[in-house]
C-alpha cells in the first residue's frame, strides 16, 4: 500500500522559510514522477514544483526562485525548501505522486504579514 506523509508545516512571519517533507512507504519515489501541490483557501489546487524522474524540476512562477524541491532516495524522502516566504504562500501543501494518483494528507502553511 502507498502512502505518503508530509511534515514540517507551520507558521512563519514574511520573509522566513520552511522545509517541508513527504516520507513515501510502499513505493520508491525515484522511480516516480512527484509533485508538490497547494490548496488555498477558496481557491484551486496548484501545481507548485513538478519532480520527473531524472528530469529538471520545473517550478510555477510564482515560488521560482525562492522554492527548491529535492530528493533523498535513501531515505525515499522528497522535500519542498520555501524561502523567502510571502502571505500568499499560506496553503495546505501536498505532495503526490502525479502519474499514480496518490496523495499525503497536506501540511498547513501559514506566513503572516
Known amino acids: 500500500q502507498v502512502q505518503l506523509v508530509e511534515s514540517g508545516g507551520g507558521v512563519v512571519e514574511a520573509g522566513g522559510s520552511l522545509r517541508l517533507s513527504c516520507a513515501a512507504s510502499?513505493?520508491?519515489?525515484?522511480?516516480?514522477?512527484v509533485g508538490w501541490y497547494r490548496q488555498a483557501p477558496g481557491k484551486l489546487r496548484e501545481l507548485v514544483a513538478f519532480?520527473?524522474?531524472?528530469?529538471?524540476?520545473t517550478y510555477t512562477n510564482s515560488v521560482e526562485g525562492r522554492f527548491t524541491a529535492s530528493r533523498d532516495d535513501a531515505k525515499n524522502t522528497v522535500y519542498l525548501e520555501m524561502n523567502a516566504l510571502k502571505p500568499e504562500d499560506t496553503a495546505v501543501y501536498y505532495c503526490?505522486?502525479?502519474?499514480?494518483?496518490?496523495w499525503g494528507q497536506g501540511t498547513q502553511v501559514t506566513v503572516s504579514s
Open positions: 510502499g513505493i520508491q519515489l525515484s522511480n516516480n514522477v
Open positions: 503526490a505522486l502525479t502519474l499514480l494518483g496518490s
Open positions: 519532480m520527473p524522474n531524472g528530469g529538471i524540476i
